[in-house]
């Protein structure tokens, strides 16, 4: 019995590839607060969080989702990569018919000589509440996340303000 549970142990940790951890960084370049960290199943599905650490302390979202490729087609972006369904409005506000929805290129934007980001955007993300869209927001992908390595957020969260997401539904 002992060898058939680490047998199982080891193939569900295995079946999981390290996690791949992208910042979000603004139009203007600024780093948000929250951050992306996706788990590959070697499937095409693909599971996580939005990690709001660095965001006063609020929770982290739940994240899953799935190869895809978005068509350049009147989006900010496109192209390889994945899309994801997110927890984080549903969890802040209490409303269960709130949702944030994310499409990430898996790969980080590079910089100029100047720190300014280059190429087309990394990230788009799409909010609806109670079956109405209530507005997106786009950036680059950065490989800084706020708290590691110095670096920063000098924006709030890349969904919105938290305070306009943290009230509960009356």
Known sequence: MKSFTV?????????????????FASVGGGLYCNFEQLYASGTG?????DNVSACNGAPSAVISGFNATLPNMGQPTGGAGVIYGDSIYAALSG????????FSRLKCNNKNRFGQYTGNYGWVGVAAFSGFFAGGNQGFLSCSVPGKAGAY?????SF??????NHKKQ
């Not at 599905?45 to 969080?49: D, K, L, P, S, T």
């Not at 919105?160 to 997401?165: D, E, H, R, T, W």
């Open 7 to 23: 047998i199982a142990l080891l193939i569900l940790c295995c079946s999981f590839a390290p996690a791949q951890t992208f910042g």
């Open 45 to 49: 599905a693909y599971g996580g969080f």
């Open 95 to 102: 409303n269960p018919y709130a949702q944030w929805t994310v």
């Open 153 to 157: 957020a000098s924006k709030g969260a």
């Open 160 to 165: 919105g303000p938290l305070s306009s997401a």
